[in-house]
């Protein structure tokens, strides 16, 4: 199956710009796509982007488009989502999240939190 461990997350101040990390591992063959969603208390799931796993082809979600990249790098089966001009809007905690063999997203990391000062 197939394994994923978010990193980077930390305290940063408002325009700041911040890296976080998705490593995968077991049967990364199998993965579809992988995306980056973020969560919030007392706020909606939100979808921030996803990349293609074979291809390396992003998409983003209107909300974040232009300030955030996804990026993959396919030797160290890792994925990166790369944030610039972060906000205090932008604390919350970031997961990353593949599609094996699947409709919607069924494998799930454990999350690295993000606090932007102001």
């Known amino acids: 199956q197939v394994q994923l461990v978010e990193s980077g997350g930390g305290l940063v101040q408002a325009g700041d710009s911040l890296r976080l990390s998705c490593a995968a591992s077991?049967?990364?063959?199998?993965?579809?796509?992988l995306g980056w969603f973020r969560r919030t208390p007392g706020k909606e799931q939100e979808f921030l982007g996803s990349?293609?796993?074979?291809?390396?082809?992003?998409t983003y979600a209107n909300s974040v488009k232009g300030r955030f990249t996804i990026s993959r790098d396919s030797a160290e089966n890792t994925v990166f989502l790369h944030m610039n001009s972060l906000t205090p809007e932008d604390s919350a905690r970031y997961y990353c999240?593949?599609?094996?063999?699947?409709?919607?997203?069924?494998?799930w990391g454990q999350g690295s939190q993000v606090f932007v000062s102001s």
């Open positions: 999240a593949a599609r094996v063999a699947s409709i919607g997203y069924n494998v």
């Open positions: 077991g049967r990364t063959i199998d993965i579809d796509d």
């Open positions: 990349i293609s796993w074979a291809a390396g082809s992003p």
